[in-house]
Structure formats: C-alpha cells, structure tokens
C-alpha cells in the first residue's frame, strides 16, 4: 500500500520530533510499502527518505488554510495514495483515501485559557470534532488522552488506539564534559541547579514552580532554577514574581534552545522539575530520565502514567509540597542514584520501533488487510 504522512509542521519543536521520530522508524520497519512525505521546503533531514519507495512532496498552502483543503486532496489523488495519516489532529475535509489521525491531546478544550484567541478557539475546536469524525482511527498517546478524547470529542473509545511514542535517541547519548562546561558558562550556571524546560501556558505552572523554589531556597540550600524554552511575555512576569521573592538571581530564564544544548541542560542538572498541570503525555519527563536526571514531577493528567514508579510525585498547586518532594531529591544522593536507576528502566515501555509497528498494524486494519483490532498499547 502507499501511506502519506503529512509532516508540514516537522520543524516544529514539540510535536515536529514526534512526527520525525516516528516516520523514520516506519519507514526503517516496513520497507516492503510506498511511501509519501508531505513536506515543508525547509525541513529537518528524515533517515531512510531517499530510498526509492519514498516520495517526498512540498505544498505550498499554509498550515490551517483554506488552501490546504483544496491542494492536500489533489496531491493524495495524483499520487494514488492508499492511507493518510496525519500525525498532528487536523485532516483535509476531503479526501481521496481514509485517514488515520494523531490526537496528543485535547489541551484547548480542557484548558481554553491557553489558546486566548476566540477565532482560533472556534476554529481548533471544529477542526477537531472533524478529523476526530473524519478519521477510521484515532491514534493518541496515553490511555489519559483517549479518556480525554472520549469525554470531549464524544468518540467511541473503540476507534482509539494508546500508541506510547518514545524519546529521540540523541537525549540517551552521553553530553561530552567540554560542550556541558560551554553551556552552563554560555547562561551562567555556576552551582547546582534544578532544571525545567516548557512553554508558557497557564497550565505549565511556571509560576507555581517559582513559589516553590522559593520555599525550597528557605531551607538554606545553595541552587538555582534554570527554566528554558520559548516563554515570550511570560519572562517579564515571572522575573517580576522572583523580584518579589527576592530570588531574582537564583533564577535563569535561557529562551529557546536547540536540542544539544538541551540536552546538556537535562545533563547537568541536579533534579528535573515538572510542574505541569496538564499533559497529554510529557515528553521532558522521559527525555529527563534519558539524560540520567532524577525527575520531581505534578500528580496530574498523563503525567504519572508516563514516570511509572520512577519519578517523586508532589502537588505541584501546593508550594510547601512540591518544594519538599524537590529538597528530598536534591539533597539525598541515595535517592537521586534510585529514581536515576528507575528512571532507566522505566523508558524501556516506550520504544519507537514499537510505536512504529502499532501504527503499521493499525493502517492495516484500517484498510481492511488484517484483523488486528483496535485498541493497542505500546
């Protein structure tokens, strides 16, 4: 058959890494398929893609455009392609072939506050019920999710599938010592510190995580909080809520970084610390655990679905809990080697090679090739 994976949004940082990760272990794992590749003209490398059963094309029509609906058929048409699977939730409202759809989550529904615009709120929101409609299977990645999905797109759960994806493999390779140094000199990090990297959303808690550190700094530990990521207006008030706690230079805010520095930003830390409130999975909690940092983690949503038994769970709404959980870890080196070990162990129930091979069986039963039912859990 010929499957087309409609990758427009491969350079974005969060679901991008998903869309190639999974793609090249798909494309490694069943070579015997065609394959097709909608791409943006300035994409990040995809292992395997030159082989002759992959085409790769490059629509020119913006992501959530009207456009999009009129070139994406015509593309499946001329190509003959078999099976869409679009591993972002938004499908084309027509379509040549049946679909397959990855739904991470249903965040703007749950958390409304994080998406302010109500254009952009009315338009996610139908746009989900429709591929979610659309689809012959839903593909999500917790069993958190699919009960989200079910509870707000009022979908029978049998069309979901639980596929776990999995940390790309760079986060498990060891960060050479020079390049660390180079890092943690680049932001001025001069003691140990304890590590967060995030959006900026309502439901990230960012400043939940603050009031915390405060506290944990009351207990005389010497430390400072790194937070990374892409947090625009929500720098200013964040350093306006440390000001206020007098811990204005014990907090470093870094930006966006690209994937080796973070990497050596998970490396170096003492303690990972996720605060979040709501995921539909939790990648940094894994990518963590990868790069050997014990993880202080929120009770909520998907997240303790993805630590397993090896992370140090906390209220991450209440400050005094929270900044407890991270002093234990931060200051018990028996415990830090415990929840690294476990850490270890607890990334080996999420494998790409074996998302891979769900999604393939999943296409087959989609277009009626096998009997493989639904419901899947890597």
Avoid at 267 to 275: E, N, Q, T
């Amino acid at each position: 058959m010929k499957i087309a994976f409609d990758l427009r949004r491969i350079g974005n940082p969060g679901i991008g890494r998903y869309m190639k990760c999974l793609v090249e272990a798909i494309l490694k794992q069943r070579t015997e398929h065609e394959y097709l590749l909608l791409l943006p003209l300035n994409h990040p490398e995809i292992s395997n893609s030159n082989f002759a059963n992959v085409t790769r094309v490059f629509p020119r029509s913006p992501y959530y455009s009207i456009r999009e609906q009129i070139e994406l058929p015509r593309i499946l048409r001329e190509q003959k392609v078999d099976l869409l699977h679009s591993p972002h939730f938004l499908l084309p409202l027509s379509r040549p072939c049946p679909a397959v759809v990855t739904i991470h989550d249903v965040i703007y529904l749950a958390c409304p506050e994080d998406l302010p615009s109500r254009l952009g709120r009315a338009y996610y929101t139908a746009m989900m019920h429709a591929s979610a409609r659309m689809a012959k299977r839903i593909i999500t990645d917790s069993e958190f999710s699919k009960n989200e999905i079910v509870r707000y797109l009022h979908v029978d759960p049998e069309k979901i599938a639980v596929i776990y994806p999995a940390v790309d493999a760079r986060f498990q390779e060891s960060c050479e010592p020079a390049f660390l140094e180079s890092i943690l000199r680049k932001h001025s990090i001069d003691r140990d510190y304890i590590f967060y990297t995030g959006i900026y959303k309502p439901r990230k808690n960012h400043e939940g995580l603050l009031r915390a550190f405060n506290v944990f700094l009351s207990s005389g530990l010497d430390a400072k909080l790194v937070i990374s990521g892409p947090i625009g207006d929500g720098e200013r008030q964040l350093r306006a809520l440390a000001s206020t706690f007098g811990i204005s230079e014990r907090v470093i805010f870094t930006g966006f970084v690209d994937d080796d520095e973070l990497h050596a930003l998970y490396s170096g830390a003492r303690v990972y610390a996720c605060p979040s409130l709501y995921e539909g999975f939790g990648f940094t909690v894994l990518e963590a655990m990868a790069s050997g940092i014990p993880v202080v983690c929120s009770r909520a949503a998907s997240l303790p679905e993805v630590g397993g038994d090896a992370a140090l769970y906390a209220d991450a709404e209440n400050a005094e809990e929270f900044a407890k959980a991270l002093h234990a870890v931060f200051a018990d080196g028996y415990l830090r080697r415990e929840l690294v070990f476990c850490g270890k162990q607890n990334l080996s129930r999420f494998s790409w090679k074996s998302a891979a091979e769900l999604c393939l069986q999943n296409y087959d039963a989609v277009l009626g090739t096998s009997t493989f039912p639904c419901p899947v859990v890597a």
